[in-house]
């Protein structure tokens, strides 16, 4: 952003005779500017422009005449200027050093390689994470760190701060154009070494890049879901290859992709086991919901789950409720028919929330909840399965003397909601937060010694192959926020499925365990990382073009693939989409497994010729994804 001042250029004296013949002239801004500089000697620009109404060309005529110099300067807008440097004192604890050591004795010696480090959670991931950036400054080189969420900015930043200063700078999605192109130039022209923020902040221009650092790894936000769908993870590999830099890879939970990959070798294996301090991981207990319900409790907080919160109330301890969905109700049906009410252009129920509105959360199409049933007439006609909302509402009403937080995306979407959610409730003005999954990732709140995860299986029954994955690591991850300061944590994890291996082992807090079950399940279906997949996309607001495009393009992959191909490679589909419709456009999936990386390239790179060829490639739209993460 640039600044400007106006300064007199002339002596007094002449400058007072300059104002003689400008009255004379009648030329009043340019006589205005003058006697303002005769008692000033120096103005900003926007004071002259506004305050005095002189105009911009104004300016530049008596500039050029001689009369006035205007002063350039560029200034950045600084997204961290606002924070209070608390200054840094921690020790590494002897894990944290060995991987420390490991990373940092390997750059000595020449050697570029991918590292991941799996810590439990509360081990102190970024105790290493700031070391091994102040050995890449005390050199020379510049550091990238990229978090998963905007919701993880404020603590990580914080943190990096009280380190490094106005040397860390940010980037991520709620910033103007402005400020984020601000940030690409410090740090292009040398003013700060690390950029913290999202899959974005990957291409930062550092002249002189050493370190990538890739927090919460597994996370699926890694992965671009629009065109070109990169990952994250692989783009930082590319990159690091090309500027002779190292990344490391850190989660409590590492994606089975990853620890697939340095179980073979692939990447170096960094372990920290222990909590900081010493601390216990907190005590996990799992609740049966079907137990519940045949004993007559109907409400969205268990017995148990009921009583500690009320513990930790008389305590002054904080609680954490996370479930994954926000609203109020997942879905609105009939008692009597069990109709569903649906969207209108996608392929999906829309969800009640607390305005007496439904809203679907793929295209944004609102209506007011029903008072009957449009199929039936039935008056019987209510939501299932609470949100964010409605738990707010319940623990609102079961404990009125508590103060209550909701975070979700209804109530972050400004630009400051994020910091002001999380630093009210570190600053413990609030006892109760309740979230879906951006309050169960890195955050660190000492007094939060109870989580309850009041639906466990909301994640694990979908249409997805790693649905246990991502239902693992949320439970994980949940219950990793609870006994971070001194006094003990409690979890209780809610479930209609406690015998699913992914909540036992998320119980136990064994993430090995939970990885041999998972990768023999992976062996057996054929599935990433064991297995490659390639996903083609056809997508129309017409049903038909949609369908015989997909028809034709498996019959290509088909084809090519007899006759092209030595290995075996499956095709799925054409099926429809796990979402078959959003907004009036219908989508189909074909699927196309094999062992070789390279095979499917050569599929897509031949399907993608036919399809151009097709003539139906001008009302369908074609789009290819490897190894998907997040689906289409």
């Keep these: 952003m640039e600044h400007k001042r106006v300064l007199l250029a002339l002596h007094p004296v002449e400058a007072t005779n300059?104002?003689?013949?400008?009255?004379?002239?009648?030329?009043?801004?340019?006589?205005?500017?003058?006697?303002?500089?005769?008692?000033?000697?120096?103005?900003?620009?926007?004071?002259?422009?506004?305050k005095l109404g002189v105009s911009g060309s104004v300016i530049r005529a008596m500039e050029e005449s001689g009369v006035v110099k205007v002063i350039r300067e560029t200034q950045y807008r600084n997204p961290v200027s606002h924070l209070t440097s608390r200054g840094y004192g921690l020790t590494l604890n002897d894990e944290q050093q060995e991987a420390v050591d490991a990373v940092w004795s390997d750059y000595e010696k020449g050697i570029r390689s991918t590292y991941l480090i799996k810590g439990v959670t509360g081990s102190g991931k970024t105790e290493v994470y700031m070391e091994l950036i102040a050995k890449m400054q005390k050199a020379g080189h510049q550091a990238i760190v990229l978090i998963p969420e905007i919701a993880l900015t404020y603590q990580t930043v914080l943190r990096f701060y009280n380190r490094f200063g106005d040397r860390v700078s940010i980037l991520n999605s709620r910033m103007s154009p402005g400020e984020r192109y601000d940030q690409f130039l410090r740090a292009k022209n040398g003013e700060i070494d690390v950029m913290i923020g999202p899959r974005s902040a990957l291409f930062t221009p550092f002249a002189n890049l050493g370190l990538i650092i890739i927090d919460e790894e597994h996370e699926t936000s890694y992965k671009s879901e629009t065109v070109p769908r990169y990952h994250a993870r692989e783009t930082a590999i590319a990159r690091a290859g090309m500027?002779?830099?190292s990344v490391v890879l850190g989660s409590a939970t590492p994606s089975v992709d990853s620890y697939y990959r340095a179980k073979r070798g692939e990447y170096r294996l960094l372990m920290l086991t222990k909590r900081v301090k010493?601390?216990?991981?907190?005590?996990?207990?799992?609740?049966?919901?079907?137990?519940?319900?045949?004993?007559?409790?109907?409400?969205?907080?268990?017995?148990?789950?009921?009583?500690?919160?009320?513990?930790?109330?008389?305590?002054?301890?904080?609680?954490?409720?996370?479930?994954?969905?926000?609203g109020v109700a997942g879905f609105v049906s009939c008692r009597a028919c069990g109709h569903v009410i649906k969207c209108p252009h996608c392929d999906v129920s829309l969800s009640q929330h607390a305005n007496g509105r439904m809203v679907c959360h793929y295209c944004g199409y609102t209506e007011p909840v029903p008072v009957q049933c449009p199929a039936c007439g039935s008056k019987y006609i209510s939501g299932f399965k609470a949100g964010t909302e409605k738990i707010e509402m319940v623990v609102r009403k079961r404990f009125p003397e508590a103060r209550v937080l909701r975070m979700d995306m209804d109530t972050t979407r400004g630009k400051e909601d994020y910091e002001q959610i999380l630093s009210a409730f570190a600053n413990h003005e609030a006892d109760i937060l309740i979230g879906t999954q951006m309050i169960v990732k890195g955050h660190d709140f000492p007094d939060v010694t109870l989580v309850g995860v009041l639906a466990a299986d909301l994640s694990l029954h979908v249409g997805d192959y790693r649905a246990a994955e991502r239902t693992f690591q949320l439970l994980t991850q949940a219950a990793g926020r609870a006994g971070r300061g001194n006094k003990p944590g409690e979890v209780v994890i809610q479930t209609y499925d406690p015998e699913h291996y992914s909540i036992e082992t998320a119980k136990a807090q064994d993430y090995d365990a939970f990885y041999e079950q998972e990768i023999a399940y992976r062996k057996i279906m054929l599935y990433p990382p064991v297995w490659n997949m390639l996903v083609i996309l056809c997508a129309s607001k017409s049903e038909e073009a949609a369908d015989a495009m997909a028809a034709e393009l498996a019959a290509a992959a088909d084809a090519y693939t007899g006759k092209n191909t030595k290995e075996k490679v499956y095709l799925v589909g054409p099926v429809d989409a796990a979402?078959?419709?959003?907004?009036?456009?219908?989508?189909?999936?074909?699927?196309?497994?094999?062992?070789?990386?390279?095979?499917l390239v050569k599929i897509k790179n031949r399907t993608e010729v036919y399809a151009r060829e097709s003539r139906y490639y001008k009302n369908v739209t074609v789009m290819f994804d490897f190894n998907p993460v997040n689906g289409f």
């Design 278 to 326: 010493e601390r216990p991981l907190p005590a996990c207990g799992v609740v049966d919901l079907r137990q519940e319900l045949r004993e007559g409790n109907r409400s969205i907080l268990s017995r148990r789950l009921d009583g500690l919160m009320e513990q930790r109330l008389r305590a002054g301890e904080q609680t954490m409720l996370f479930i994954n969905r926000r």
């Design 243 to 245: 500027l002779d830099a």
């Design 579 to 599: 979402i078959a419709k959003v907004n009036d456009i219908y989508k189909k999936i074909i699927y196309l497994k094999a062992e070789s990386y390279d095979t």
């Design 18 to 50: 300059q104002l003689g013949a400008y009255e004379r002239r009648h030329s009043t801004a340019r006589a205005k500017l003058l006697r303002a500089l005769l008692e000033e000697e120096e103005l900003d620009w926007d004071l002259v422009t506004h």
